[in-house]
């Protein structure tokens, strides 16, 4: 059974959307996990808040098509096409779902906004955390593709708060991978995954995050989207670097979809994980926490 699902970002094609207010869209992807009363969170990607790009071939014979406006005159704001911002989307969905756990992050990190930790809880007490879960929103759409330096040091800030000398697991979750997924080799024997189609596509800079990462002995694991085309996981120095599966039914490619499940157990502390398919194929298992 289920217990909890992470949306990693690229939820909705902004871009594609003909309304200036795409919440209906965000609320209709995460339907799924709502309507079966599974608790979830979410992470922006690059595509979510991009701003509408208009079709080449609706100026062509076949013309533009029907579209939600309040209005039929596209002049009219009813249907502007002015995309909607990141924290518009959030809040939406935090005020009008009650299984939700996203938070809209810190202020002092805007442009970006989805930046917060979840404490993993003993099913026995749920004072006793049994992993830290952090979110960050690695940009793109509105705005650069990048984890800014001001994120890494929210997060030095907020782990020695929740997780002083590093006692607790912790695991790490954003969208467009970071430079070092480009270090690795995903073909070599000790990687675990089933597609290896397309080049990393990083994002623009790094401005610290991986380093504080790769410091911090608790961390096991990072998990990004983005490249469709990859579903593989690496290790890397001390922490293991993970792509999930396309599980959605826009975007680019034709790759069977799939997700990446996660398991993880108490006492002692282990962290799994494998890809399973929409068919019910499950391959790729990997041991995290080794």
Known sequence: MTDFVIY???????N?????????YWDEAISATRDRG??????????????????LEWFSQTGIP???????????????FRGTTRLELMRSEIEENRFSYSKDGPQDLWPSVSNYVLQLSSSDDSQQPVAYMYFFDSGGGSYPEVISNAQVKWFQQKSEEVNPHSRVPEIIFWHIPSKAYKEVDPRQSCCVGSIFLEDVAAQEAEMGI?????QRHSVKAIFVGHNHGLDWCCPYKKLWLCFARHSGYGGYGNWSRGARIL???????SLKSWIRMEDGHIHSEVNLSS
């Open 66 to 80: 029907k579209r939600r406006c309040s209005s039929g005159n596209i002049l009219f704001a009813g249907c502007s």
């Open 210 to 214: 991986m380093e504080v990462l790769e």
């Open 38 to 55: 599974i608790a979830w969170t979410s992470v922006f990607g690059n595509h979510d808040d991009a701003f509408f790009e208009w079709p």
């Open 16 to 24: 594609n959307i003909m309304t200036k207010n795409a919440s209906l």
């Open 263 to 269: 398991e993880i157990t108490q006492q002692p502390f």
């Open 8 to 14: 990693l970002g690229d939820v909705i094609t902004g």
